[in-house]
């Protein structure tokens, strides 16, 4: 079959499925075609690229040139960048065909998907015996939950403090989040700057690697993005793991985690163990503070990126004749519930007499949790075998009426990894009791993404 005729089965069953998940906010059939169409004359001049004639689902996070791209929140209403983003247009570049743009929790604030503008992403998956929606997981929930419902063949996606992995975990799809500085984050909405960094979201391991391949990039205007070589990710795939080091973290055995939790846990080390890596217990001992740092960092470097948003350069403008009141009504009326607390939060801890006690504190947290990890990987450890999230997927609304920690409790796994700008990965590791799907993570070394693919490998 050609580009075209891919590309509009993957439009046919968007429109066919999409009212029911909700995963796509904006559908660019146009581009699609347009670009399989360019697909189509390459293959058949013979010059094809790495991801020619591939359909991809773009989170909503990304500047895409002339589309919608508003974060999901009504503060961004109607806004279309003038330029793209670094990685979307090394995908194009690449050959990848462009479905449309990815619902996600409004500004990447969120472990649900339920943050969003656009209203909840809903899961593909349903819990043995129950038809109640589930939630795909979240920042990026769209992107999970479009590539478990076929409605793409792969997904970007982006990973602040768990969202990339968690709604892979969630939804059974792969997901990486590469090292902080492998890709750029120009023309990618700004969260919280140290902690950020763009990802796939996809079927298999291997679709992850070849994607990432393409998304990463050293880019001028990304000063901490980082010059070095991409390697063939690919390669590393069926690569043997016989003499890799792996280590199992103690701190990450939680009080009250699902038996079931731990026992895959247990499964992932035989499967690695069998393949001929060597299993070493290992501790991290700072990772009971990471939850409550990422809570200080993110939302402190958040409350400044989102001081731009103030009616008058792009989005949403509700007008006063004063200037003040209109920035007052336009962030009133322009973000969400979540985003309002986490400027509130970032604020708080920023500001004077309190930025020792917070933000000072958290920071100095930060290089320790970065230090349990250096000297994990100095004492040769490889990699790292933990959960990816501490539950299954959960219903539309259960979080409702929770206080706000219950939900930042689902990222207390994936945290670390951003604090300390490591790779890490979800990968599906089998399904629990009601058959919903769990992931296990693996944490490698600064740019060794490659070894994460490898061993990932031997656990889908
Ligand atoms: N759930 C975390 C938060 O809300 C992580 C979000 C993300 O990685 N973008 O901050």
């Known amino acids: ?10 439009l046919k069953a968007i429109d066919a499925f999409n009212g029911r998940f ?59 960048p003038p330029y793209e983003s670094t990685v979307t247009a090394n995908l194009w570049n690449d050959g990848a065909v462009m479905l449309g743009k990815l619902n996600m929790d409004e500004f990447a604030m969120g472990s649900s998907n339920e943050t969003s503008y656009y209203g909840p992403v809903v899961s593909p998956w349903k819990s043995r015996g129950s038809n109640a929606d589930l939630v795909p997981g979240g920042s990026s929930g769209g992107s999970a939950a479009a590539v478990a419902a076929n409605l793409c063949a792969a997904a970007t996606a982006t990973d602040t403090g768990g969202s990339i992995r968690q709604p892979a975990s969630l939804t059974g799809t792969v997901g990486i989040k590469p090292t902080y500085g492998r890709c750029s984050r120009r023309g990618i909405v700004a969260f919280a700057s140290s902690l950020d960094q763009a990802g796939p979201i996809t079927h298999t391991v291997r679709d992850a690697a070849m994607m990432l391949k393409s ?42 985690m699902p038996d079931e939790i731990e026992t895959l846990w247990g499964k992932g080390r035989d499967w690695l163990k069998d393949a001929g890596a060597e299993i070493v217990d290992i501790s991290l001992p700072h990772t009971k503070y990471a939850l409550a740092a990422y809570y200080i960092v993110a939302p402190a470097e958040a409350s400044s990126n989102l001081a731009r948003y103030d009616g008058v350069r792009y989005g949403l403008r509700v007008p006063s004749d004063e200037i003040i009141e209109q920035y007052e009504k336009t962030r009133s009326a322009g973000f969400g519930a979540e985003v309002k607390r986490r400027i509130l939060i970032g604020t708080y801890v920023l500001s004077a007499g309190y930025y020792d ?18 000297d994990v990987f100095d004492a040769g450890v490889d990699a790292i075998l933990a959960p990816a999230t501490p539950s299954a997927a959960f219903a539309v609304g259960a979080m409702d009426n929770a206080s706000p920690v219950e939900m930042y409790l689902q990222d207390i796994f994936t945290v670390t990894v951003n604090m300390a700008g490591l790779p890490g990965i979800s990968v599906p590791g089998g399904l629990d009791a009601s058959g919903l799907p769990l992931g296990l993570q693996l944490i490698g070394r600064p740019f060794d993404e490659a070894t994460l693919f490898r061993a990932g490998q031997v656990i889908e």
């Open 22 to 80: 909700n995963a796509y906010v904006a559908v660019t059939p146009e581009q699609a075609r347009d670009m399989a169409i360019a697909s189509d004359a390459r293959i058949a001049t013979g010059e094809v690229r790495p991801l020619e004639g591939v359909p991809v689902g773009v989170k909503d996070l990304y500047c895409t040139k002339g589309v919608h791209s508003q974060a999901a929140s009504h503060i961004l209403d109607g806004f279309k």
């Open 215 to 256: 998304m990463a990039s050293v880019d001028a205007r990304d000063t901490t993005s980082v010059d070095i070589d991409v390697p063939d990710y690919e390669a590393a795939i069926g690569q043997s793991v016989k003499g890799m080091k792996i280590g199992i973290p103690k701190e990450y055995r939680v009080e009250g």
């Open 357 to 374: 006690a917070y933000y000072l504190k958290a920071q100095k947290v930060r290089t320790l949790i970065k230090k349990d990890f250096e």
């Open 1 to 10: 079959f050609s580009a075209v005729e891919l590309t509009d089965a993957y």
